[in-house]
């Protein structure tokens, strides 16, 4: 398998499958649509689109073209969820953040009320798109409905968020409630990318628990690599700015832990989701080729 | 038929389901789940939900209780989405309101932060709500999740917000615009609640666009009743501030078209909603006291 090849052709596909399942930035209202559009198009890795598209294929069978059992739309769900996410967060109320991926944030580049609308256009629209692309078959989209609300629900991802603003406000943040935030403000989504997935490429109900602990440690190692990288790394490699953890204080795996340990931590989980994924017995190339650069990223 | 006893009992189930669908104050993130609970807790008049809750009666038969046609998540949904809605049209960034069915806004009780995510995840759990609730019908959970993010999403309620900002910064709205607005921004989450009352009890597919034809002109006669006693009453009796359309200058359905012609369309509007039910040849008479009521209401 050419890995890299393979990479830019889930992603075209990611691609081609935002533009095609949200709305046109022409239409009524243009301003909201092209502010939704603005941020989606912002780029970034798309990450938790891909898993979905990779987990789909370990368990598609090579049969005839089926619409409703597409993984696009599911892809594009999980990429709305996860802008506005971004979009909210960038807000002044949080973190006040100007720059996103080189880009002025939505609410520069519109202003706050059109960003905190287009935020909750994205969230909407992922639900109406599950709900839309898989009407043919309702047992799946109701699944998938039930996935993603909880996983960007108020225990998961909302919750994760508020308990990171919490923290950030404590002297410091005790390792149980870091592993909250990070359980559920990163691996949450990557945990629900993964059994999506699964889900629409008809996988048992058996293997979901291996695809969810798969997500679950995959995202750990995510945030923790994120927090090794801020205190190693220059801006200019990391395109977005460095060493803010260290300079707010803020309570990170490597301040409560330390480097080594971090980086090792990081491994220790890679290791578990690979581990979690081959056991599914599936030609799983792809998706292990995906989580092994995760862990060793630069940016 | 005791209307005002029968109004008690369904506003009394609305109160009973929320309090029984949604996160528990005390329950982890509890700062986020207490705000969430806080702006639910504010009251309001409940007409979305016993909007749903009465439509489903129209079409339910007296068989056992079954869970599975319980139409009170459905009515808990389209409250929370509500709800989201109020608390994010009172932030600083919106129309910054600091008072709300006279008590402080969640920004003002809480703080900006936490209010954005306890919109958020009220419009998260909606989605989770029903398909969880409705887990056993999966084609009915499919649809009303469908139904309720159309209604709530970018062309409908959260376009009619944009647009609605929109209008305030231009000198004049046109009769078009203001109709796009109200259309959008109060008649759709009305018509979608009519259509999953409908749909949970059981209404054939061809009885839901005379629900949805109902809910759309009692949307409209709602919000032009607005405009009017905006104009026509004052402070106390309104619970809220009267006279903010004309200080402000708003386009209104009062100022394009004067107190009698708004009036004249209200009545008008009511009479389509009225009519629209009665073709049901259902026994709509609580729904048809609702109707009335409310175009009898005073704030």
């Known amino acids: 398998m050419d ?8 992603i075209a596909r990611v691609e081609h499958g935002l533009d095609r399942h949200v709305p046109a930035a022409g239409t009524r209202p243009a301003r909201l649509h092209s502010a939704m559009r603005y941020s989606l198009e912002a780029g970034g890795k798309r990450l938790r689109p891909v898993l979905v598209l990779s987990a789909a294929e370990l368990f598609a069978t090579t049969a005839a073209y089926d619409p409703a059992a597409d993984p696009v739309p599911a892809a594009v769900a999980i990429e709305c969820v996860h802008t506005y ?6 807000l002044p109320c949080m973190d006040n953040d100007d720059l996103r ?9 519109f202003d706050e009320a059109t960003a905190l609308l287009a935020g909750d256009a994205l969230l909407t ?23 993603l609300a909880d996983a960007a629900g108020s225990r998961r991802l909302i919750g994760g968020q508020m308990e990171d603003l919490l923290a950030e406000k404590k002297a410091d943040a005790t390792p149980d409630e870091l592993e909250f935030i990070h359980l559920n403000k990163t691996a949450a989504m990557i ?22 602990h798969c997500g679950r440690s995959l995202g750990l190692a995510f945030q923790i690599i994120d927090d090794v990288l801020d205190a190693t790394s220059d801006s200019a490699t990391l395109g977005k700015t460095a060493g803010k953890d260290a300079r707010a204080d803020k309570t990170t795996y490597v301040k409560l832990h330390g480097l080594d340990a971090s980086r090792r931590m990081a491994a ?8 979690a994924l081959a056991g599914l017995g599936r030609n799983h190339a792809f998706l292990a080729a995906l989580i092994a650069q995760m862990a060793g990223r630069t940016k």
């Open 3 to 10: 890995f890299p090849a393979e990479l830019k052709r889930q």
């Open 85 to 90: 996410s971004l979009i909210h967060d960038d």
């Open 125 to 147: 629209h992922a639900f109406s798109l599950l709900a839309t692309a898989y009407a043919g078959r309702p047992a799946l989209a109701q699944a998938l409905v039930r996935e």
């Open 268 to 275: 220790e989980l890679t290791a578990t989701a690979q581990s």
């Open 101 to 109: 991926r080189g880009r002025p944030t939505a609410h520069k580049a």
């Open 191 to 212: 945990e629900a990318a993964l059994v999506m997935g699964g889900r629409v490429g008809g996988a048992p109900e058996d293997a979901l628990p291996a695809l969810r």
